[in-house]
């Protein structure tokens, strides 16, 4: 089966048991899912109905932990807030795993590689190939608080446009606002090119770190994170991955 993305195991896989309790802020058996809205990892079909790599990954996780998911937008610059303060449960929504972040909050095993990328207009292509070539851009979209931000705040790069969501960067990119935009690969390679809204933009690798994705929660939810990451292992080793990648990526 064709694959782009690195997904990763446990040492050991641990059994997960369907209904487990896990501790959480909610009072019910719900667990509130804070994401943003981006193909492929959650977004909304022809129908209105929410669907994506981390929607359903969420989806199947919840039912054999014994929770019903609610999944709610926010602000992604303010997800820590959002966390600590109890209006969400988790962060489930392609978190770049960070030292800072994991100083503030419990991240799970990592289960999926990611990296960001350059967006452009196809006929500026060419003058993008190296991270030192950002410099050259008289303006670059990205999301605020996003691994897009830092890789260019650490780089160097000037005129940082800061837009609430990574699908807002591409549309600063498409109307010409924005020169370019650095955001996720998963989200470049699903939402530019052939057959997509952005046609005319594509999407260059000028060499930024590798990087992995995790979901988040308060350090106290203990409990929660050992089931997360039993579900990891689990779903690395049974294919349930994979059926992912081949439905959302491929």
């Known amino acids: 089966m064709k694959k782009f993305l690195t997904f990763f195991m446990s040492a050991a896989v641990c059994a997960v048991c369907a209904g487990a309790a896990t501790a959480c802020a909610s009072n019910d058996d719900s667990l509130v899912i804070g994401i943003t809205i981006y193909s492929p990892m959650n977004y909304y079909d022809e129908n209105d109905k929410l669907i994506g790599f981390d929607t359903e990954f969420a989806e199947k996780a919840c039912a054999e932990l014994g929770y019903f998911p609610k999944f709610q937008v926010i602000d992604w610059d303010n997800k820590i807030s959002e966390l600590q303060t109890g209006k ?23 289960y999926m590689d990611n990296r960001q ?5 196809a006929e ?29 705040s650490e ?24 020169e ?16 997509t809204d952005y046609t005319d933009l594509v999407y ?30 689990k779903y690395s080793s049974d294919g349930t991955f994979d059926e992912l990648i081949e439905k959302y990526m491929v």
């Open 124 to 152: 500026n292509a060419d003058k993008y190939s190296t991270i030192a070539d950002l410099a050259n851009a008289s303006s670059v979209a990205v999301e605020s608080g996003s691994a897009g931000e830092t890789v260019c």
């Open 88 to 110: 969400i449960d988790v962060i489930w929504n392609g978190m770049t795993i960070t030292d800072e972040l994991k100083e503030k909050i419990a991240i799970t095993d990592p």
């Open 155 to 178: 780089n160097g790069c000037d005129s940082l446009i800061k837009k609430e969501a990574q699908s807002d960067c591409l549309l600063e990119v498409k109307t010409g606002r924005s």
């Open 117 to 121: 990328v350059v967006v452009v207009k």
């Open 204 to 233: 260059k690798d000028v060499g930024f770190a590798a990087e992995q994705y995790g979901i988040g929660m308060r350090k106290s939810d203990e409990e929660l994170l050992k089931n997360l990451n039993a579900i990891i292992a």
């Open 180 to 195: 370019i935009a650095v955001i996720d690969y998963t989200m470049a390679r699903a939402m530019t090119g052939a057959g």
